[in-house]
């Protein structure tokens, strides 16, 4: 047997992040195609605080009635100026009556929502730059004008 070590969650951050009201694209062959603008939001990590800047989207394809696949990019800035751009990948699965729900705007139990994401990270930052070399996962939850989570590293 090896020895290798098993990987702990360290909290990294969490975020509120406001967005506008989806660009339903429709079926296409995939899937439903969604676009949800992202308006702004708050993040709150260990010592740290930052704002979601405004101009990015989180890209949706609603799979079938139970699950959909989420790819969000949006850039965050931090209380010392610095810039990051965040890659989230998520995915949301409930049951079909409680994911209708969701695409309607309706608010919904988050947890009665399965809602994991793998968060990753660019900086040009050098006191930042540990966070391109790591490993994120998160949960979240979706209300109607918001989207938030709890970022965690993998140690």
């Known amino acids: 047997m090896l020895n290798l070590p098993t ?3 360290n ?3 969490d975020l509120s992040v406001q967005v506008d009201k989806p660009q339903e ?11 949800i603008p ?3 939001g708050q993040v709150q990590g260990q010592g740290w605080t ?10 949706q394809l609603i799979v079938n009635e139970r699950m959909a696949e989420l790819d969000a990019r949006y850039t965050i800035e931090t209380d010392g100026g ?4 965040v890659q989230n ?3 949301r699965t409930a049951a079909p009556e409680v994911m209708a729900r969701l695409v309607r705007g309706e608010p919904v139990p988050p947890e009665s929502v399965y809602f994991r994401c793998s968060p990753s990270f660019e900086t040009a930052s050098p006191s930042l730059g540990w966070i391109t070399e790591r490993l994120f996962v998160g949960t979240g939850a ?8 709890r970022f965690f590293e993998v140690a």
């Open 38 to 40: 992202i308006l702004g």
């Open 82 to 85: 610095d810039l990051i751009f």
């Open 89 to 91: 990948r998520a995915v």
């Open 50 to 59: 930052a704002r979601v800047l405004p101009g990015g989207a989180d890209f």
């Open 11 to 13: 909290l990294f951050a």
């Open 7 to 9: 990987p702990t969650l």
């Open 25 to 35: 694209v429709g079926q296409t062959h995939h899937g439903v195609r969604r676009l």
């Open 142 to 149: 979706r209300h109607p004008d918001r989207v938030v989570m």
